[in-house]
């Protein structure tokens, strides 16, 4: 291939932005892949990492690697998402009238990459013909930032201080590069480690938030925003995606962190009509990367898991440039876990029959060991209905074990420890005599009494294999309460809490679960229970919760099944 470095590339504000451009040895005129990133763009072509550069360009692709503004060769200043929607618009139209470029520019990229994507497609250059959004984050206030009104701390502050440190250092400030790289976990090894968790349960967290000032203050100005109900203003699914008028191939995973974003933005595009929208869902983790690969967590998914993402996008994107016609590209391909195999639809989520199943109380205090009990049998006035109750202490949080998380051990990984402590709740069904089908989303309610101004409930839909192994399947959280309206003087408050979705098959002989607790740390901030913002509380205190079960007050999980339902869920608890 013939390369290019640091080219220059005006922008609409006079500041210069620098691209390296990759094209093929070949002639005639070729289509362009734009790639736009804050990661140095010299990294796709080292020869660790499985770049777009070396797979498209020999196929007949110009591509074209970007430092975004305020990140390595590019002038200006960094500010996240800020600045991208019309830089990627400038970008687009001068990649399209580079030497040897036939016009037409298309873009794909993983996470950061993938939603700059989203935000210049709302604005509908007239060269971009297509985009391939991987694992992006799509909305500052509900995926990514924050999720349910909590903070997605092992994500935010792990890549907020990754960013604070590279931003330190190109301005020649190395003595606070060093002191940002003290509030994380001493993982060298780890380009983006989390918090360390004295630093992560610091209270006032403000105190920890005051180290980025100087350096970013996007960090707080960003937390800020995403905690505001109107905040996220240029990176909104339901803002952005209605106004893309090309066709989109989005690029998710069930183990993901911002899995909930592509699936609206799914929803958003498919509602609209105005392009073909198209998604996949694997089995992975956060962010594909472009190598074949099925192991998340603890589970590999075998060889079937192992998805070509780059010759997908070819066959998507070559229609559309001019490079000759392909096999049309599902609507939707998703993976199903457990039978571990991929299916096709022509929409998302497939037809399915929505089954509650209600979290019935064992008796007696929480101490270890599986709470109740689950199946699909409504409580009744002559039933028991004993409350379970439980403390929530801010200090000792649930910690995080696998799940859909990002910087700390993520995907499906055995959560039988966490069951043993008395601020964990999981409610059993009896073992499966035939597999369980859930495909699509899942949604929990969760019914509380508390003494506390504010709570969290988390909710996590757990696959209990026979040996006991206890693996998450998918999960999600709510906070609701503050100083000014405590929860305490409202009585009984019902938590809807939206665990995105999966498709997932439930072996026979294993049994469905549902865990319930008030924490997960580090993936999510702890709620110190006064109704402050997390920031300025400087006292976090104890709760006390009580989870109902009764007619009156049914906690429940709702699952899209496909498919009959066992009799032991439907059979009366005792």
Not at 35 to 59: A, I
Not at 167 to 189: C, F, N, S, Y
Not at 197 to 226: C, I, K, M, T
Not at 506 to 530: C, E, K, M, T
């Amino acid at each position: 291939m013939r390369v290019e470095r640091n080219v220059e590339v005006p922008m609409r504000d006079g500041t210069i932005l620098r691209a390296d451009i990759f094209r093929p040895l070949s002639d005639g005129p070729c289509p362009v892949i734009l790639l736009r990133l804050p990661y140095d763009k010299s990294v796709l072509t080292e020869p660790w990492f499985p770049s777009e550069v070396r797979y498209f360009v020999p196929r007949g692709y110009i591509c074209v690697a970007q430092d975004v503004r305020g990140t390595y060769t590019s002038e200006g200043t960094f500010h996240p998402f800020r600045d991208e929607t019309p830089d990627t618009v400038d970008t687009i139209e001068w990649a399209a009238g580079i030497e040897g470029s036939n016009g037409k520019v298309v873009m794909t990229g993983q996470s950061y990459l993938g939603s700059v994507q989203v935000q210049a497609a709302a604005e509908k250059p007239a060269p971009l013909v297509a985009i391939s959004p991987v694992s992006p984050l799509l909305d500052f206030t509900d995926n990514g930032f924050r999720r349910g009104g909590a903070v997605e701390s092992s994500f935010y502050f792990a890549w907020a201080t990754n960013m604070a440190i590279r931003e330190a250092r190109r301005h020649g400030r190395e003595e606070a590069a060093t002191a940002l790289a003290t509030l994380t976990e001493d993982r060298p090894v780890d380009a983006f480690p989390p918090l360390s968790r004295s630093n992560g349960l610091h209270a006032p967290f403000d105190e920890v938030l005051q180290q980025y000032d100087a350096v970013a203050p996007w960090v707080r100005q960003l937390l800020d925003e995403a905690g505001r109900p109107e905040g996220g203003g240029y990176l909104s699914t339901r803002r952005l995606v209605p106004n893309i008028s090309v066709p989109s191939l989005y690029v998710t995973s069930w183990y993901d962190a911002f899995l909930g974003g592509s699936l609206n933005a799914y929803a958003e595009g498919t509602s609209t009509g105005a392009a073909p929208t198209h998604l996949v869902i694997g089995p992975w983790e956060h962010a594909h990367y472009g190598a074949p690969q099925s192991i998340a967590g603890e589970i590999d998914f075998g060889p079937t898991a192992e998805l070509d993402l780059f010759a997908l996008l070819e066959q998507f994107f070559a229609p559309l440039t001019g490079l000759g016609p392909r096999e049309p590209v599902p609507g939707v391909r998703y993976f199903t876990m457990g039978i571990n195999e991929w299916r096709s639809a022509d929409a998302w989520p497939p037809a399915s029959t929505p089954v509650r199943l209600f979290l019935h109380s064992a008796g007696g205090p929480v101490t270890s060991g599986p709470t109740g009990t689950l199946d699909a049998i409504a409580p009744t006035d002559g039933a028991s209905t004993a409350a379970d109750e439980w403390t929530h202490e801010p200090k000792a949080p649930v910690p995080s074990t696998g799940g859909q998380t990002w910087a700390i051990p993520a995907g499906p990984r055995d959560q039988s420890a966490l069951v043993e402590r008395a601020d964990v709740l999981a409610f059993d069904s009896e073992p499966l005599p035939s597999a369980v089908e859930v495909t699509g989303a899942v949604r929990a309610k969760a019914w509380l009494e508390t003494d506390a101004a504010s709570a969290d409930v988390i909710a996590a839909l757990v696959d209990i294999h026979p040996d006991g192994r206890r693996y998450p399947v998918t999960q999600g959280i709510l906070r609701l309460g503050t100083e000014s309206e405590p929860l305490h003087e409202k009585g009984p408050i019902a938590f809807d809490i939206d665990l995105w979705a999966t498709s997932h098959v439930f072996l026979a002989g294993h049994r469905i679960s549902v865990q319930i607790a008030s924490s997960d740390f580090p993936h999510w901030d702890v709620n110190p229970s006064d109704g402050k913002p997390w920031p300025t509380s400087s006292a976090p205190e104890p709760a006390h919760h009580r989870l109902l079960h009764d007619a009156a007050h049914p906690s429940a999980i709702t699952l899209p099944t496909i498919g009959p339902l066992p009799t032991p869920l439907s059979h009366t608890h005792p």
